[in-house]
């Protein structure tokens, strides 16, 4: 079956930095679209940042735009989100997303939790 681990999630400072992967398996990785999203408290699930199965095209939400980056190694599977200049507002549970480049199947990660302390 298709498994999403998100790994990397923890307790920073406001200005540090952390790098959240997500390893895929039971799909073939080079034909999904690999989003990052995330959810705090109280709030709705909300988009981060997704890159395209070749991993030539990006796209940002507003609020990390210059500050995260998303990348993916299809040898491993793996898709990465690099957050710097991390700020409160930051925190929230994040969540990995694969979307197949020509049907609606989708799936989504357990979530890793982000904490960043002001």
């Known amino acids: 079956q298709v498994q999403l681990v998100e790994s990397g999630g923890g307790l920073v400072q406001a200005g540090g930095s952390l790098r959240l992967s997500c390893a895929a398996s039971?799909?073939?990785?080079?034909?999904?679209?690999m989003g990052w999203f995330r959810q705090a408290p109280g709030k709705e699930r909300e988009f981060v940042a997704h890159?395209?199965?070749?991993?030539?095209?990006?796209n940002y939400a507003d609020s990390v735009k210059g500050r995260f980056t998303i990348s993916r190694d299809n040898a491993k599977n793996t898709v990465y989100l690099q957050m710097n200049s991390l700020k409160p507002e930051d925190t929230a549970v994040y969540y990995c997303?694969?979307?197949?480049?020509?049907?609606?199947?989708?799936?989504w990660g357990q979530g890793t939790q982000v904490t960043v302390s002001s």
């Open positions: 890159i395209e199965a070749s991993g030539g095209n990006t």
């Open positions: 997303n694969a979307k197949h480049i020509l049907t609606v199947a989708g799936y």
């Open positions: 039971g799909l073939t990785f080079s034909i999904y679209r």
